[in-house]
């Protein structure tokens, strides 16, 4: 089977390029043998990777990864490693409470790992016990908000209500008319972890990067072929994302739904005393459509908003201008206090959404297993579902294996053009539905 579409990030994401340069790994020559094989060194894939490099020592681990670590969605996100259960499909937020319990325990199992690992390996990636803010400035922000204060009191979960009057000494900002401030998420520098985690894999797993995969055979050995030989295989794990579908799995379930973020200059220390609040914080939207913002520790403003379906898995400058465009008007409406603070990057990528938003944990076919679609929430549900895929091939078992593997999966669409014509017009109804809160 041909790959007929490979990732091909733009290259101005601000978080790549400000992380630490590394001299990437070759990308694999002629032929190699191997008793797994896993696709895409994002969080998921790394984590994959990892986990069984270290469950099966004997075996030999080969990770492929079309691009340069850091470079794809997992090195390009905006950093909050959430705790609590995030299901954008709910009203509250959270759902069904027995499966919101378990969503928290995989987050907060995902933080723990993210955690041990940054400290055993020194990773900088300014990992920080921030908590994030979840703000509303519209009537429908604000009764998101409501619901969601019962979904967490459901759920036996802390939180602060923080009234619009209070805010700047927060956030600066007092464009907000009411925040929930939740203790428990973790901010980080994306890119710089990914490349953390990818420089302290075990011995065992050989990283090649700028290695797309461009052709499979499910033959017994697995055979990928890459631009000079192949890869030959007993076991397959796809950790590539919306890409799956390019192997033949989840067709039109799997949704490259991207989305896109600007990053200003530093601000001056003048401006930091105009802006007012802490020093860092993180904002997510009482509206699922509206924007998230960040103050980095390095004290630049973080706006990312506008989501686009782009079925090949690329984006395109005409998109990444309006994405520019957008987003000014975003932060001007946020900061008028700091006029003249200009967009030193703007970048896109994908995330993959599912209609349900539930992943695929588990078998694809006979040896080819997967870890996908984390829906938007990679950073902790790549992580801990990589890491939990690689213990169940193993043979472990835990209540969290279980409730991965009870999951119903991404559910079908209807075909082309009517997946297309269906994303694009829910997400276009949404966008504009936030109002101020984009
Ligand atoms: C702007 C933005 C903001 C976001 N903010 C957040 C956030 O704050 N918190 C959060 O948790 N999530 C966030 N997300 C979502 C998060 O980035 C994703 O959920 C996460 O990256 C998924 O990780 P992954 O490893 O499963 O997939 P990916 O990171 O997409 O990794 C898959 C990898 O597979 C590779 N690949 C694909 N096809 C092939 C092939 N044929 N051969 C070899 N390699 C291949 C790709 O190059 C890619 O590197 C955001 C996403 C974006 C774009």
């Known amino acids: 089977?041909?790959?007929?579409?490979?990732?091909?990030?733009?290259?101005?994401?601000?978080?790549f390029d400000l992380s630490k340069r590394r001299v990437?790994?070759?990308?694999?020559?002629?032929?190699?043998?191997a008793r797994w094989a896993v696709v895409g060194a994002g969080l998921t894939g790394l984590a994959v990777a990892r986990q069984l490099g270290s469950n099966?020592?004997?075996?030999?681990?080969?990770?492929?990864?079309?691009?340069?670590?850091?470079?794809?969605?997992?090195?390009?996100?905006?950093?909050?490693?959430?705790?609590?259960p995030h299901d954008i499909g709910a009203a509250d937020y959270i759902g069904d409470p027995a499966k919101a319990k378990m969503s928290l325990a995989l987050n907060r199992y995902?933080?723990?790992?993210?955690?041990?690992?940054?400290?055993?390996?020194?990773?900088?990636?300014?990992?920080?016990?921030?908590?994030?803010?979840?703000?509303?400035?519209?009537?429908?922000g604000l009764k998101v908000l409501d619901a969601y204060m019962g979904g967490l009191d459901r759920l036996g979960q802390s939180y602060q209500v923080i009234d619009g009057k209070d805010l700047p000494e927060h956030i600066g900002t007092?464009?907000?008319?009411?925040?929930?401030?939740?203790?428990?998420?973790?901010?980080?520098?994306?890119?710089?972890?990914?490349?953390?985690?990818?420089?302290?894999?075990?011995?065992?797993?050989?990283?090649?990067e700028n290695c797309a995969v461009t052709e499979v055979e499910y033959s017994s050995p697995i055979v990928l072929s890459h631009s000079t030989g192949s890869v030959v295989v007993d076991k397959l794990v796809l950790a590539n994302n919306a890409f799956a579908s390019q192997f033949g799995f989840l067709k039109g379930r799997l949704l490259p739904v991207f989305t896109y973020?600007?990053?200003?200059?530093?601000?001056?220390?003048?401006?930091?005393?105009?802006?007012?609040?802490?020093?860092?914080?993180?904002?997510?939207?009482?509206?699922?459509?509206?924007?998230?913002?960040?103050?980095?520790?390095?004290?630049?403003?973080?706006?990312?908003?506008?989501?686009?379906?782009h079925p090949d898995g690329k984006t395109n400058r005409q998109v990444l201008t309006a994405a520019t465009e957008m987003q000014?008007?975003?932060?001007?409406?946020?900061f008028s206090m700091l006029p003249n603070i200009e967009f030193e990057y703007t970048w896109g990528g994908a995330m993959c959404m599912t209609r349900n938003h539930a992943g695929h944990f588990g078998p694809l076919r006979k040896d080819v297993y997967g870890a996908l679609g984390c829906n938007g929430l990679g950073i902790t549900r790549g992580t801990g579902t990589g890491m939990l895929l690689a213990d169940w091939l193993a043979g472990k078992d835990s209540e969290l294996i279980d409730f991965l593997l009870s999951s119903a999966g991404p559910?079908?669409?209807?075909?082309?053009?009517?997946?297309?014509?269906?994303?694009?017009?829910?997400?276009?109804?949404?966008?504009?539905?936030?109002?101020?809160?984009?």
């Open 24 to 33: 990437p790994c070759e990308a694999a020559k002629g032929n190699t043998r």
């Open 1 to 15: 089977m041909k790959i007929r579409e490979t990732p091909a990030d733009d290259k101005v994401c601000g978080w």
């Open 174 to 208: 007092s464009f907000y008319r009411k925040a929930l401030f939740t203790p428990g998420t973790m901010l980080l520098q994306p890119a710089s972890l990914v490349k953390g985690l990818a420089d302290s894999l075990p011995q065992n797993v050989t990283l090649f």
């Open 328 to 334: 000014r008007r975003s932060f001007e409406r946020r």
């Open 110 to 140: 995902a933080q723990q790992q993210i955690s041990a690992l940054v400290s055993q390996y020194g990773i900088d990636c300014q990992l920080a016990a921030a908590g994030k803010y979840q703000a509303a400035v519209e009537n429908k």
């Open 56 to 84: 099966f020592p004997d075996d030999q681990i080969v990770l492929l990864e079309a691009q340069e670590i850091g470079f794809g969605a997992s090195g390009r996100n905006s950093g909050f490693a959430i705790d609590l």
């Open 411 to 438: 559910s079908a669409n209807p075909p082309e053009p009517l997946l297309s014509i269906g994303v694009n017009s829910s997400l276009y109804w949404g966008q504009y539905r936030a109002g101020q809160e984009s």
């Open 261 to 309: 973020a600007s990053m200003t200059r530093p601000l001056t220390s003048e401006e930091q005393i105009r802006l007012g609040g802490k020093q860092q914080w993180g904002i997510i939207p009482g509206d699922p459509f509206g924007t998230t913002l960040r103050r980095t520790p390095d004290q630049r403003l973080l706006v990312r908003n506008m989501m686009r379906y």
